[in-house]
Nanobody, 116 residues
């Protein structure tokens, strides 16, 4: 059974930083893509950043230059380094692993708050 466990959320001040981690602590599978999404109450979940198994990363325009996604395949872990945080970055962040069979797996979500 796949189990994605997220950590690293919490409260940061505007301009501050947080690093999110997501590790697959369950059954290992071939991962095509790892990604981070976020969702604010009442809004649709949006893609924040993704990285392919070729280490090609793309970002939402709203986070370009501030967030960095990285993956450690040996540890089955994806990270999201978030710098220069803004109040509008506050959301529940979800990690997503897409298998080579195009099946999606999701973490439980971790809350990020940005406030002075």
């Amino acid at each position: 059974q796949v189990r994605l466990v997220e950590s690293g959320g919490g409260l940061a001040q505007p301009g501050g930083s947080l690093t999110l981690s997501c590790r697959n602590s369950g059954s290992v599978f071939a991962v095509r893509r790892m990604a981070w999404y976020r969702q604010v109450a009442g809004k649709e979940r949006e893609l924040v950043a993704q990285v392919t198994n070729a280490d090609y990363a793309t970002y939402a325009d709203s986070v370009k230059g501030r967030f960095t996604i990285s993956r450690n395949n040996a540890k089955n872990t994806v990270y999201l380094q978030m710098n220069s945080l803004k109040p509008e970055d506050a959301a529940v962040y979800y990690c997503n692993f897409e298998s080579t069979l195009r099946k999606d797996y999701w973490g439980q979500g971790t809350q990020v708050m940005v406030s002075a």
